[in-house]
């Protein structure tokens, strides 16, 4: 992410006084209101759909999710770089490869 990027989401905030807002159990819960909109722009038709909508609801979820990391002083890059650390251990190449089952019933 650009440090330009986050930058202007403080700056969105503060400029506004909402950083009382943004606890990071606030911020998790508009994580998944946004989310549910964005579930939204596919509830009737999964393949006809707003593609600016999409763009603007995962726009909305991804900015609370980089307030959320910075009100938790996270590194998006170490975190994601962990996750999928035990995600390729719970998934091995050789087991998962084109399924969908779930890592205990590999």
Same mark, same amino acid.
């Given at each position: 992410?650009?440090? &330009?990027?986050? /930058?202007?989401?403080?700056? $969105?905030?503060? #400029?506004? !006084?909402?950083?009382?807002?943004?606890?990071?159990?606030?911020?998790?819960?508009?994580?998944?209101? &946004?989310?549910? /909109?964005?579930?939204?722009? $596919?509830?009737? #038709?999964? !393949?006809?759909?707003?593609?600016?909508?999409?763009?603007?609801?995962?726009?909305?979820?991804?900015?609370?999710?980089?307030?959320?990391?910075?009100?938790?002083?996270? #590194?998006?890059?170490?975190?994601?770089?962990?996750?999928?650390?035990?995600?390729?251990?719970?998934?091995?190449?050789?087991?998962?490869?084109?399924?969908?089952?779930?890592?205990?019933?590999?």
């Amino acid at each position: 992410m650009k440090k &330009e990027t986050l /930058e202007r989401i403080r700056r $969105f905030t503060s #400029d506004r !006084e909402w950083g009382r807002f943004h606890s990071p159990a606030n911020l998790a819960k508009s994580i998944a209101i &946004e989310a549910g /909109e964005l579930l939204e722009c $596919f509830q009737w #038709d999964e !393949e006809n759909y707003d593609l600016g909508a999409v763009k603007d609801e995962v726009a909305d979820v991804i900015v609370y999710c980089i307030d959320l990391l910075d009100r938790l002083g996270l #590194d998006l890059d170490e975190i994601v770089n962990a996750k999928m650390a035990k995600n390729e251990a719970k998934y091995p190449v050789a087991k998962a490869k084109g399924r969908s089952t779930k890592y205990d019933k590999l």
